[in-house]
Nanobody
Framework: QVQLVESGGGLVQPGGSLRLSCAAS????????MGWFRQAPGKKRELVAT???????NYKDSVKGRFTISRDNAKKTVYLQLNSLKPEDTAVYYC?????????WGQGTQVTVSS
């Protein structure tokens, strides 16, 4: 069984920053891809950023230059640094990991950008 625990969400003003963390635990040999998704009210869940085991990254166009994904393989943790936040970034953010072709999800953490 694999568990993902997210932290770091909250309320921030436009232009502010947050750092999300997601720690994986359980029967894990190694983690392939790690990533962050988000879902705003009334919208579908969308990909925000992914990072491969070798460190290659991929970002949604609207967050490029503002968000940075990173991972610590020893700690089985993935991070998302969110800078220059905009109201349209408001959503529940979910982390996800792929372990031997199976995808696991965290419970989600709320990010609200508002003045």
């Amino acid at each position: 069984q694999v568990q993902l625990v997210e932290s770091g969400g909250g309320l921030v003003q436009p232009g502010g920053s947050l750092r999300l963390s997601c720690a994986a635990s359980g029967s894990i040999s190694s983690i392939d891809a790690m990533g962050w998704f988000r879902q705003a009210p009334g919208k579908k869940r969308e990909l925000v950023a992914t990072i491969a085991r070798d460190g290659r990254t991929n970002y949604k166009d609207s967050v490029k230059g503002r968000f940075t994904i990173s991972r610590d393989n020893a700690k089985k943790t993935v991070y998302l640094q969110l800078n220059s936040l905009k109201p349209e970034d408001t959503a529940v953010y979910y982390c996800s990991v792929v372990i031997i072709v199976r995808q696991y999800w965290g419970q989600g953490t709320q990010v609200t950008v508002s003045s």
